[in-house]
Nanobody
């Protein structure tokens, strides 16, 4: 069992930056791939980024490439999402997720076993 708690969301102006954190409980954190998803009101949950168990591979949605960096610190049981050059369309609730996932499936929310409660990111224009 893994419990995930996100933090770091908030209100920022367009062009600003935020760093989201997701702290995981349990001693098996390093055995899971980690992902970040987001969901805006009225929209489906969409993939943002993912990182492999040891952090050697990262994956990004096309719309955030070059602006977002996912990283993890297995010693701290934490995964991060650094977001720069934020746009109003980045406004959403952001969720981290953990799962045992093969590389081709990291973009699919249904593949993840554990989810956090989400943190709100609001980008003003």
């Amino acid at each position: 069992q893994v419990q995930l708690v996100e933090s770091g969301g908030g209100l920022v102006p367009a062009g600003g930056s935020l760093r989201l954190s997701c702290a995981a409980s349990g001693r098996t954190f390093s055995s899971y791939a980690m992902g970040w998803f987001r969901q805006a009101p009225g929209n489906e949950r969409e993939f943002v980024a993912a990182i492999s168990e040891n952090g050697s591979r990262t994956y990004y949605e096309d719309s955030v490439k070059g602006r977002v960096t996912i990283s993890r610190d297995n010693a701290k049981n934490t995964v991060y999402l650094q977001m720069n050059s934020l746009k109003p369309e980045d406004t959403a609730a952001y969720y981290c997720a953990a799962g045992s996932i093969i590389v081709d499936h990291v973009k699919f929310a249904y593949e993840y076993d554990y989810w956090g409660q989400g943190t709100q990111v609001t980008v003003s224009s």
